[in-house]
């Protein structure tokens, strides 16, 4: 579109170029043809004035030798009068010395001719042979620049054939002379070309003038060429920095927005318009106020007092329905007299920032349950293994009454449930740094399976094994990892009262690291408790410790990795499933 564009620009000044250059050839060519057509017009007319002025010399000599008047030096009169003409320059006869015989200036009577101008070739004169025959044409300039067109022919005043009968000197010896002196010499006039020299100029000035106001139109069109390429090149500029601006403005890490004083929004980045939970359609000129409270935000303000709102927090909801908690930061736009012009708003998504504080919290939490929780499991533990014992001691001697025997025994277990509590507690309060090894994931699920496998049989629970054949070997603490899926696979057992199927499988994540799953097909987790059911002591069971699942969670932080609960699971309207993700497990070095 936008080459489409530059192309309609180019197409006029290419055009006028085009036609400018067409036009200096044509009136180029024109020029000198007009020139030459000019001049060969002007020279035949030049020539046949000459051959008509030397005809009529030759016919007043004629007229005059044939009077009883005539007189020797008439013919010098004749060519002194006949001078005196403004165009002609000058009027010579000259013998085959090139001596003047008679001139138009008598001054220069029986002096020698000068060297002519350029010469032209001769050419019969008109008349033909009766005529005589024109023996030169040249092309001089005066003394002083005159141009001048001089055409001579040999003098035949007087033919011979015609004088005996018609010379009224007949038998005078002084009119032989005379004709024989002037037959036979060269008769020439010189014509001033000043006026065909101006009209010639005139042309070359009118053909100069046209050219260069073809020339200037065509330097206008290139200048304009000129002008649409820098154009071109600063709208392109200008189009890239635009893009890239664009580029650098939608990936931002904070969502951003522009509105008018009016709250209209006038550009929005994406993050913005996922984080407002909108779309780009319509989002241009619309009112703020539609998604966001500009009075409780302080953006209202910022408007009217020109009063940036810095991390100001406010929540909304997306297009998923979740609720999202924003920081908001709004800051003036003005112009150069001070005035607000709209104000830029910047939205940052707190989520990260809220579960890190809750990650604080609870880590605080746990940090003060495992003070306490080690404190009573000391405390709690010495006792216990002497109640224990004595419990057994009395079992031992109440061996021969049943029911009392049946009660040391119920002590007996009691006591050492209240022990897993206890190690339960500790395992969660001590400080546990993994120990890193190559280990066979098969082999711990194995290992997993076969220490459940008597409660699974007894609560009517079978296992589906989903372990792909080409799973890599991985770098973890096996111990930890086979206390991790030994409590999930419990904490399943437990949830499925009625029996059903048990899942256990692992993969690799693509990205170097490892997932491992436990699910379930019992009754799920509520919304409700699934953001609690990692917290210590929590559970829905009357005779649970609520420690299992933090246990779980402990180890796979010691691992760097994460785990999150699909309740029910994809694919299914029941059950739960707990994916633990644990990130550079795949070592590419291990054996």
Same mark, same amino acid.
């Given at each position: 579109?936008?080459?489409?564009?530059?192309?309609?620009?180019?197409?006029?000044?290419?055009?006028?170029?085009?036609?400018?250059?067409?036009?200096?050839?044509?009136?180029?060519?024109?020029?000198?043809?007009?020139?030459?057509?000019?001049?060969?017009?002007?020279?035949?007319?030049?020539?046949?004035?000459?051959?008509?002025?030397?005809?009529?010399?030759?016919?007043?000599?004629?007229?005059?030798?044939?009077?009883?008047?005539?007189?020797?030096?008439?013919?010098?009169?004749?060519?002194?009068?006949?001078?005196?003409?403004?165009?002609?320059?000058?009027?010579?006869?000259?013998?085959?010395?090139?001596?003047?015989?008679?001139?138009?200036?008598?001054?220069?009577?029986?002096?020698?001719?000068?060297?002519?101008?350029?010469?032209?070739?001769?050419?019969?004169?008109?008349?033909?042979?009766?005529?005589?025959?024109?023996?030169?044409?040249?092309?001089?300039?005066?003394?002083?620049?005159?141009?001048?067109?001089?055409?001579?022919?040999?003098?035949?005043?007087?033919?011979?054939?015609?004088?005996?009968?018609?010379?009224?000197?007949?038998?005078?010896?002084?009119?032989?002379?005379?004709?024989?002196?002037?037959?036979?010499?060269?008769?020439?006039?010189?014509?001033?070309?000043?006026?065909?020299?101006?009209?010639?100029?005139?042309?070359?000035?009118?053909?100069?003038?046209?050219?260069?106001?073809?020339?200037?139109?065509?330097?206008?069109?290139?200048?304009?060429?000129?002008?649409?390429?820098?154009?071109?090149?600063?709208?392109?500029?200008?189009?890239?920095?635009?893009?890239?601006?664009?580029?650098?403005?939608?990936?931002?890490?904070?969502?951003?927005?522009?509105?008018?004083?009016?709250?209209?929004?006038?550009?929005?980045?994406?993050?913005?318009?996922?984080?407002?939970?909108?779309?780009?359609?319509?989002?241009?000129?619309?009112?703020?106020?539609? #998604?966001?409270?500009?009075?409780?935000?302080?953006?209202?303000?910022?408007?009217?007092?020109?009063?940036?709102?810095?991390?100001?927090?406010?929540?909304?909801?997306?297009?998923?329905?979740?609720?999202?908690?924003?920081?908001?930061?709004?800051?003036?736009?003005?112009?150069?007299?001070?005035?607000?012009?709209?104000?830029?708003?910047?939205?940052?998504?707190?989520?990260?920032?809220?579960?890190?504080?809750?990650?604080?919290?609870?880590?605080?939490?746990?940090?003060?349950?495992?003070?306490?929780?080690?404190?009573?499991?000391?405390?709690?533990?010495?006792?216990?293994?002497?109640?224990?014992?004595?419990?057994?001691?009395?079992?031992?001697?109440?061996?021969?009454?049943?029911?009392?025997?049946?009660?040391?025994?119920?002590?007996?277990?009691?006591?050492?449930?209240?022990?897993?509590?206890?190690?339960?507690?500790?395992?969660?309060?001590?400080?546990?740094?993994?120990?890193?090894?190559? #280990?066979?994931?098969?082999?711990?699920?194995?290992?997993?399976?076969?220490? #459940?496998?008597?409660?699974?049989?007894?609560?009517? #629970?079978?296992?589906?094994?989903?372990?792909?054949?080409?799973?890599?070997?991985?770098?973890?603490?096996?111990?930890?990892?086979?206390?991790?899926?030994?409590?999930?696979?419990?904490?399943?057992?437990?949830?499925?009262?009625?029996?059903?199927?048990?899942?256990?499988?692992?993969?690799?994540?693509?990205?170097?690291?490892?997932?491992?799953?436990?699910?379930?097909?019992?009754?799920?987790?509520?919304?409700?408790?699934?953001?609690?059911?990692?917290?210590?002591?929590?559970?829905?069971?009357?005779?649970?410790?609520?420690?299992?699942?933090?246990?779980?969670?402990?180890?796979?932080?010691?691992?760097?990795?994460?785990?999150?609960?699909?309740?029910?699971?994809?694919?299914?309207?029941?059950?739960?499933?707990?994916?633990?993700?644990?990130?550079?497990?795949?070592?590419?070095?291990?054996?």
């Amino acid at each position: 579109m936008r080459i489409l564009q530059r192309q309609k620009l180019y197409l006029p000044a290419l055009s006028i170029v085009a036609v400018v250059l067409l036009l200096l050839v044509f009136i180029g060519i024109s020029t000198y043809r007009n020139l030459n057509v000019n001049r060969k017009n002007a020279m035949d007319f030049v020539r046949h004035q000459g051959l008509a002025m030397l005809q009529v010399i030759e016919a007043g000599v004629r007229a005059g030798m044939l009077s009883p008047r005539w007189e020797a030096d008439a013919i010098g009169r004749l060519l002194e009068e006949t001078g005196k003409s403004p165009d002609i320059a000058y009027i010579y006869l000259a013998d085959s010395g090139g001596r003047y015989v008679h001139h138009s200036d008598p001054a220069l009577n029986g002096t020698m001719a000068p060297e002519r101008g350029k010469s032209i070739s001769p050419v019969p004169a008109a008349g033909g042979e009766n005529g005589g025959l024109l023996l030169a044409e040249h092309l001089s300039r005066l003394t002083d620049g005159t141009p001048v067109y001089e055409i001579s022919k040999r003098f035949t005043p007087f033919p011979e054939e015609m004088l005996p009968p018609m010379c009224p000197f007949q038998g005078s010896e002084h009119c032989r002379r005379w004709v024989e002196r002037h037959t036979g010499i060269r008769l020439a006039i010189g014509l001033r070309m000043t006026a065909f020299e101006a009209a010639r100029q005139a042309d070359i000035h009118h053909a100069v003038v046209m050219a260069g106001i073809l020339v200037a139109l065509a330097s206008g069109a290139i200048f304009f060429i000129f002008v649409i390429q820098n154009y071109y090149l600063v709208d392109r500029t200008l189009q890239q920095t635009r893009d890239y601006t664009r580029q650098v403005v939608d990936h931002m890490a904070n969502g951003l927005i522009s509105i008018d004083p009016a709250g209209r929004v006038l550009s929005c980045n994406s993050l913005a318009l996922n984080l407002l939970g909108l779309s780009t359609t319509g989002i241009q000129g619309m009112v703020l106020d539609r #998604v966001i409270d500009l009075e409780a935000s302080g953006v209202q303000e910022t408007l009217a007092s020109g009063r940036p709102v810095m991390d100001r927090e406010i929540e909304r909801q997306n297009a998923a329905g979740e609720r999202i908690p924003l920081a908001l930061s709004s800051t003036p736009l003005t112009d150069d007299a001070g005035a607000v012009t709209g104000a830029v708003i910047l939205l940052r998504d707190l989520r990260e920032i809220k579960r890190l504080e809750a990650q604080v919290r609870r880590s605080e939490k746990l940090a003060a349950i495992g003070k306490l929780a080690a404190a009573v499991a000391h405390e709690i533990r010495n006792p216990l293994s002497s109640i224990r014992g004595f419990a057994q001691l009395l079992g031992h001697l109440l061996r021969d009454r049943p029911r009392d025997h049946e009660y040391a025994a119920v002590m007996v277990k009691e006591v050492d449930r209240i022990n897993r509590v206890v190690t339960d507690l500790l395992t969660f309060a001590r400080p546990q740094e993994i120990e890193p090894a190559t #280990v066979d994931l098969r082999e711990i699920v194995g290992h997993v399976r076969r220490l #459940v496998e008597g409660d699974a049989s007894n609560g009517g #629970v079978t296992f589906d094994l989903r372990l792909p054949d080409t799973l890599p070997r991985v770098v973890l603490d096996g111990g930890q990892i086979t206390q991790m899926l030994l409590n999930l696979c419990l904490n399943a057992l437990q949830a499925m009262d009625g029996g059903g199927m048990l899942s256990i499988g692992a993969g690799a994540d693509g990205r170097g690291g490892i997932d491992l799953w436990v699910e379930d097909d019992g009754p799920g987790i509520p919304p409700a408790h699934q953001t609690r059911i990692f917290d210590p002591f929590f559970t829905t069971r009357d005779k649970g410790t609520g420690l299992g699942l933090a246990i779980v969670q402990k180890i796979v932080e010691n691992h760097h990795g994460g785990v999150r609960i699909e309740s029910p699971p994809p694919g299914s309207d029941r059950g739960c499933r707990f994916t633990v993700s644990i990130p550079g497990a795949i070592q590419e070095d291990a054996p």
